[in-house]
């Protein structure tokens, strides 16, 4: 209930304040589970992303916007999974908590680099993702989150108001042929490379085959790395 009178309030608000497009929201089904795997530029993002759906979608957030009281109302009201970095059997639990929303037929949110970019680029994603695709049988779309780094850079309270964003949708991916091999890294790893080069192609940001950390990026040795893409479409259609 808090999460649709959240919505309610904030949509014409901040369709008000930004530029906010969509371009692909078809492709998120009606109903039935889906899996929403986006880049991760700014705290915003999971603002404008619920945004330009019509479903409600919940996300795995980062404990510490739970343990901060600035935040933490946000994330409890809309009903979002606090997960600590560093893995365990936290990032299990939080896991968990994703199969639970998928089973119930929802859209789960998750942003398979783990953080926020540091400089805009888009990094390395982690597995979880495709552990979620083959467990739960569900579809992925990837969405690629555009301008969100301009309008709340990383460090600055007010936002930049009145800046374009955009919501880019993939078509659904479905892993399917992977469904033997939910144990096998090398098909986890696959898997999520394949997202993430979607994303890729979607957002137009240079990739760096290294695993994103807050203010640093750690080496993952013997695993090639790949090129760029520019951006040369129009974002979508205005929400």
């Known amino acids: 209930m808090t999460y649709w009178v959240l919505k309610a309030i904030l949509t014409p608000v901040l369709r008000l304040l930004f530029k906010v497009t969509a371009d692909g929201p078809e492709h998120v089904p009606s109903d039935g589970p889906a899996i929403l ?24 957030a980062k404990a510490e916007y739970f343990d901060d009281p600035k935040t933490a109302w946000f994330f409890r009201a809309v009903g979002q999974i606090p997960i ?8 299990q639990r939080a ?14 949110g998750i942003y398979p680099e783990g953080t926020r ?17 083959l467990q739960s049988g569900a579809p992925v779309i990837a969405v690629a989150m555009i301008g969100t780094r301009e309008a709340q ?22 892993f399917d ?48 790395k ?6 040369d479409a129009p974002v979508g259609a205005p929400v």
């Open 177 to 224: 042929r992977y469904a033997e091999r939910a144990d096998d890294p090398r098909a986890l790893r696959q898997i999520t490379d394949e997202i993430m080069f979607e994303l890729r192609a979607l957002s137009g940001q240079d990739y760096v085959d290294r695993y994103a950390k807050r203010g640093a990026v750690v080496e993952e040795v013997g695993e090639a």
């Open 84 to 91: 600590r970095r560093g893995g365990g059997s936290a990032s």
């Open 95 to 108: 896991l968990d908590s994703a199969m639970d929303v998928l089973r119930d037929g929802g859209l789960f």
């Open 153 to 174: 850079p990383i460090g600055q309270v007010k936002p930049n108001f009145f800046s374009p964003i955009g919501v880019r949708f993939s078509k659904p991916m479905r």
């Open 117 to 133: 970019s540091p400089d805009g680029r888009l990094y390395k994603g982690h597995t979880g993702v495709a552990r979620l695709a």
């Open 37 to 60: 795997a986006s880049n991760h530029l700014s705290f915003s993002d999971s603002i404008f992303l619920p945004l330009v759906l019509r479903r409600r979608i919940t996300f795995v």
């Open 226 to 231: 790949v090129g760029t893409l520019p951006v």
